[in-house]
Structures are given as structure tokens and as C-alpha cells.
């Protein structure tokens, strides 16, 4: 049996920490990217609605994306 040496688990556990951290920041922004990505499907398909009641037609694609 032998021991780790407390220089590499001190080295270890730092490398552990940045890499949260950075797993932190990658969540954040694609947090950030889905709200916006949701946002933009909200607009869409109300500008669709907006576009039917006033009988505006809108090419066969916009509908298409919005089931992607």
C-alpha cells in the first residue's frame, strides 16, 4: 500500500475546482442561449398568429421551423 503524495492531491483538487468552475460557466451560457432561443420561438409564432388574422401569407418554412 502506498500513499499519494499531498502535493498532487492538493494539485488534483485545484484541477477539480477549475474544471466546476468552468463546467459553471459552460451551463450559464447555454442557459443564456435557451432563454434566447425561447424567446425567439415565443416571437416567431406570435408574429405568425399576426400574420394569419390579417391574412398575410408567409412561406411553407417558417412553419417548418417551428417544429424543428
Given amino acids: 500500500m502506498?500513499?499519494?503524495d499531498s502535493q498532487e492531491v492538493l494539485s488534483l483538487r485545484a484541477r477539480i475546482e477549475s474544471?466546476?468552475?468552468?463546467?459553471?460557466?459552460?451551463?450559464a451560457s447555454y442557459n443564456h442561449t435557451e432563454f434566447l432561443y425561447?424567446?425567439?420561438?415565443?416571437?416567431?409564432?406570435?408574429?405568425l398568429d399576426l400574420?394569419?388574422?390579417h391574412g398575410i401569407?408567409?412561406?411553407?418554412?417558417?412553419?417548418d421551423r417551428l417544429r424543428e
Fill in 2 to 4: 502506498s500513499l499519494t
Fill in 19 to 27: 474544471l466546476e468552475k468552468e463546467l459553471d460557466a459552460l451551463r
Fill in 38 to 47: 425561447r424567446c425567439e420561438v415565443v416571437v416567431n409564432t406570435e408574429l
Fill in 51 to 53: 400574420c394569419r388574422e
Fill in 57 to 63: 401569407k408567409v412561406r411553407r418554412s417558417m412553419f
